[in-house]
T-cell receptor, first 114, second 110 residues
Framework: DAGVTQSPTHLIKTRGQQVTLRCSPKSGHDTVSWYQQALGQGPQFIFQ???????QRGNFPDRFSGHQFPNYSSELNVNALLLGDSALYLC?????????????FGNGTRLTVT | RKEVEQDPGPFNVPEGATVAFNCTYSNSASQSFFWYRQDCRKEPKLLMS?????NEDGRFTAQLNRASQYISLLIRDSKLSDSATYLCVAFSGNNRKLIWGLGTSLAVNP
């Protein structure tokens, strides 16, 4: 039973570039949420995808966009990268959007913007 | 005031000690709660879900006090491997959002 998988594990980009991060949910899960976690901080909710649509969004600018595919996998895109976008990006999957279903996290993608 | 607040610590305790963390929440509509543990530079992992008054799993006990709007996590007989950051999460049914605390850091010392 595969858990949540994310790729790549590490990424280095320069300011102004664009990046795409990928996530495959845990088997049986249909909802994917993305989080940004800076060092020493708790995870910050970016957005949640269910049935290929963005269902909820946190306080992130439009530079952050996403997509969910029919197989429930998801991508997070960040345009016009800023130094402050350097963080661990976590993908979490769950069953449904009810919120009572615990999140299962992937290992994360560590993004460094120089 | 943050919606979910935790004492950041660090809590330094010897092996075998009992330690408790509190997590307070401001939204009275919060329905369910979760404790996650996160090791340094790793992803959060679910430790415990709390849907009613509390939950117990081995050395770990979570208790929910809705009147005072806090949830606690008690760890008995601490192990070195319990050293981690413990994150409290509240789910609010009215806006259907998960709100994360910033975490409490625990260091169990030999």
């Amino acid at each position: 039973d595969a858990g949540v998988t994310q790729s790549p594990t590490h990424l280095i980009k320069t300011r102004g570039q664009q990046v795409t991060l990928r996530c495959s949910p845990k088997s049986g899960h249909d909802t994917v949420s993305w989080y940004q976690q800076a060092l020493g901080q708790g995870p910050q909710f970016i957005f949640q995808y269910y049935e290929e649509e963005e269902r909820q969004r946190g306080n992130f600018p439009d530079r952050f966009s996403g997509h969910q595919f029919p197989n429930y996998s998801s991508e997070l895109n960040v345009n016009a990268l800023l130094l402050g976008d350097s963080a661990l990006y976590l993908c979490a999957s769950s069953l449904g959007t009810g919120g009572n279903s615990p999140l299962h996290f992937g290992n994360g993608t560590r993004l460094t913007v120089t | 005031r943050k919606e979910v607040e935790q004492d950041p610590g660090p809590f330094n305790v010897p092996e075998g000690a009992t330690v408790a963390f509190n997590c307070t929440y401001s939204n009275s509509a919060s329905q369910s709660f979760f404790w996650y543990r996160q090791d340094c530079r790793k992803e959060p992992k679910l430790l415990m879900s709390v849907y009613s008054s509390g939950n117990e799993d081995g050395r770990f006990t979570a208790q929910l006090n809705r009147a005072s709007q806090y949830i606690s996590l008690l760890i008995r007989d601490s192990k070195l491997s319990d050293s981690a950051t413990y994150l409290c999460v509240a789910f609010s049914g009215n806006n259907r959002k998960l709100i994360w605390g910033l975490g409490t850091s625990l260091a169990v010392n030999p």
